[in-house]
């Protein structure tokens, strides 16, 4: 069994990421990314104080944008005007979930194509549907497809079972694994929550990614000897031994699954560093094709 360690991908990811802000910094650019957060949710205070400490070490200039839970729709469509206008940012991210008065995806329509480095615009969107490579892919999927690489697992033919269908991540996953190119060419089936018989669909698979949000809910049932799987759940579940109280834990039942699996993404340490790393590596393409 191998261990797929996001950690060191992603480090190798901002390494090469940085190379590129050098090369940019002969064109007189820097990369700018803003994250606009909207309330007071601690998890998305945390991911949102990850990504400006990550773009503030590798020399990407950050925005970091709080607003009250009570802002109105109006008020941040207008920051994202703003933002829209602003030469000095390349990238625009608004942390999801927004408070529920909120209207996602007029936000996400207000941001320019060219700086959702998230990949959420309708016109990005299209562009992955259509294999156009001018768009921007989401960044979780972008990372998962990465890790397989960078591990050398076979994608062409390989039967890959999805589990889970949100634009975020399973949906997009699909598409990349079913694209017609060589880090996709695979044969891909998407499960949800009205999937029949999961067990014997994920009994198929040479890859599982699972993307459902419920803590260790893929077990040994689900997985055949030498399957690939790669667990993008981040589930907080309670811990009274950690000093936090909760602890992380991914939407695979990691002991179950382990002497079955030919290859295993852990959590913490599989996809969720991949997912700032590739957001960088967005943001960056933003900013080059500026030039
Ligand atoms: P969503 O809630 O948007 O989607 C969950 C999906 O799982 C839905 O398609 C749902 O089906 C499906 N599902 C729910 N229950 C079952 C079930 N019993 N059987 C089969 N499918 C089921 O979640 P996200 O895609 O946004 O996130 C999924 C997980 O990934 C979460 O733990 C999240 O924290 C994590 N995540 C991690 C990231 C990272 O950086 N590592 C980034 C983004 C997310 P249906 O459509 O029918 O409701």
Known sequence: MQLIDGKSVSEKVLKECSAEI????????????AVVLVGNDPASKAYVGSKVRT???LGVYSLKIELAEQTTQEELLKVIDELNQDPKIHGILVQSPPPVHIDESAVILRIKPE???????PENVAKLTLEDSSGFVPCTPLGCLRLLQEYKIETN??????VGRSMIVGKSMALLLMSNNSSG????????????????????????????????????????EGTVVIDVGI????????????????????DSVVDK???ITPVPGGVGPMTISMLISNTIEACKRTI
């Open 261 to 263: 699996c030919k290859a």
């Open 157 to 162: 033919g390989a039967n890959v079972v999805v």
């Open 185 to 224: 060419n695979s044969t891909v089936t998407v499960a949800h929550s009205r999937t029949k018989n999961l067990e014997s669909v994920c009994a198929r698979a040479d890859i599982i990614v699972v993307a459902v949000g419920r803590a260790h809910f893929l077990d040994d049932k689900h997985i055949s």
């Open 235 to 254: 589930n907080r579940v309670e811990d009274k031994s950690s000093k936090k109280g909760y602890k992380l834990v991914g939407d695979v039942d990691f």
């Open 115 to 121: 700086k959702d480095v998230d990949g959420f615009h």
């Open 22 to 33: 050098e090369k940019l910094g002969a064109y007189g650019k820097v990369p700018g990314l």
């Open 55 to 57: 773009c503030e070490k």
